[in-house]
């Protein structure tokens, strides 16, 4: 099995990045290959119906649209930007939208993020659940977002709470477990 | 495979009601046991956490939680109401929610909505994620809303528009298909 | 002016009532009149469109949109229910909206939310919005979400938090100035 | 008065670019002054947090707060793509975020949106409302979403469907009447 995984934060010092990073050590222990990608590699410009016209989709959407077809599911840990979906990574859906066939189509999506307020980006998953079904992904029950994410982490890149170690732990588990019952091929 | 069916209207001539029938012998001619409960049967009162302290979860809810235990998965119709989720079908999952273990978890939901409007119900659709997957519950990238549904129903229970019925056919077939693929007995 | 004030738990102890009584005495300290009424006043069954077609919208709405009506705006405290809205909230609104004219149109509402955990009811109080707007309302840019309710109360019934309480009058503050402002008679 | 008018889309023969020059053209007959906006003026790159500390806010994002600034109040047409928020809308949000102190504060919003779709755009608006109050504006009660709007609009840019017409009238009169009132200067 093979997850793609990345942040979708490209600010160096990401808390974004630090829990993708700590998700991908994870699941790699769970024997999975883990697809971990910088989300810079998929610099797109935001999209414009006009340019979509004379030049088609981008190379940025279309190689994310590839890394997304060549694994069996993803993990995404995204902010919540102004208690909505962050702007990079909507904008990422609505290019790889206009890919056909579409590579998001019965692949399952786990929901992550990382924040230093208390909502730890609840309001930026929520907000993203209904595009990521309408590109027919399979969204996760379990959804990790990360609270106080600036006290959150020890120097190894761990988590400093035990109890939600575990519960990371016993998400990504599910997570793997369905993706490989979620096999269609 | 079996999955449990219901409307969340008890209104007699309910939109949703007929949407689910429809529902209920396409799922039946594609082999799947349908249990098409009347949602008069999961009668309940409105959450209380002082009724709840006294006298537990209501019959109605528990009833509802075996039908669900006993199914690999479900279909609701639910009209909206006010551009939210409606109440009825709220109360449900806030009750559902009260019993351990939860009959929900890892358990499929295809969403499906009447309304004699232009929008479906697709707001109520989309209010209703976050409570579903947060019950553990895989909610299906396909969502049947169905406009104008008013005018969209053939005397025998049918839908007017040939492409509309194939779609549903199509849309009942993936989750069908995903319900296999999800058995985690 | 004048102000409806309810907590949209029924539970003892709960931590919404305790919250807006707090917020009561807050307005009643800025001069407004407060209507601080008990959820229990407005008791309803669940929607249900025979039940109105047989007997009309019940009493326990009618006398909640007397209330509103009388009111120049109100703030409602609910918790959050399975990341979404509370049912005995939305099933006030659900009966509210089937009373002509309805009592809400262009009345001012302010959205509270207590809760234990840390995301204080942010998702409940998300929901909740398309459907305040729906009915007419306009919803304070303010959302005031307490989490950790738990440990946020003092004896007497204030906040721990001396700049969760600062945030608060500023909030409250800002309202009353838009409802004097919204006054449309 | 002045309200600020812009369509979120830059696509050539957008649908929301038609209707906002409509409600541009309505609001003069209410004798408002109207900014009619090209979204173009405002271009801007992706939210980037490393951008911003090197850079600062880009110039786009900075002409349209000044802008923000002078009006009292706002109308957007935008798509929604994706079930969701239009990425270059909400981006234009992320970025106004970061200005200090912000324009946007007690600002009255009327959301619109056109799609040739059924659902009008219904669940990008409702997508955008917890972000809109989060930077301190006033969401309108009244949303105007246009459905099927390859079939809407008369060639002279007015709507074809008169009920619509006076329904977009009544919203927009609402809507400056409440901007009126609003005047916190």
Redesign the interface.
């Known amino acids: 099995m093979k997850l793609l995984a990345f942040s979708a ?4 010092g ?1 808390y974004n990045t630090k829990l993708i990073r700590l998700i991908a050590r994870k699941l790699t222990a769970l024997e999975v290959e883990v697809d971990l990608a910088v989300f810079h590699e998929f610099d797109m ?6 340019l979509e016209a004379a030049d088609g989709v981008p190379e940025g959407a279309r190689k994310l649209a590839e890394r997304i077809r060549a694994a069996d599911g993803m993990v995404v840990s995204s902010p919540e ?8 990574l ?2 990422a ?2 290019w790889l ?1 206009r890919i056909k066939p579409p590579p998001t ?2 692949k399952p999506y786990f929901i992550a993020s990382a924040a230093p307020s ?3 980006g ?2 930026g998953a ?6 990521l ?9 379990d ?1 990790f977002c990360l ?1 106080q994410a600036n006290k959150a982490f020890t120097e190894d890149g761990g988590l400093v709470d035990a109890a939600l170690d575990q519960m990371l732990d016993r998400m990504l588990g ?1 997570f793997v ?2 993706v490989n ?4 091929s």
């Open positions: 934060s490209v600010r160096t990401s410009p935001l999209y414009d119906g006009n930007f102004n208690h909505g979906v962050a702007a990079p909507k904008n859906v609505d939208s189509v019965n208390m909502v730890g609840w309001r929520i907000a993203l659940m209904p595009s079904t309408y590109l027919g992904m399979w969204v996760a029950p959804t609270a599910n477990r369905a019952a979620l096999d269609f």
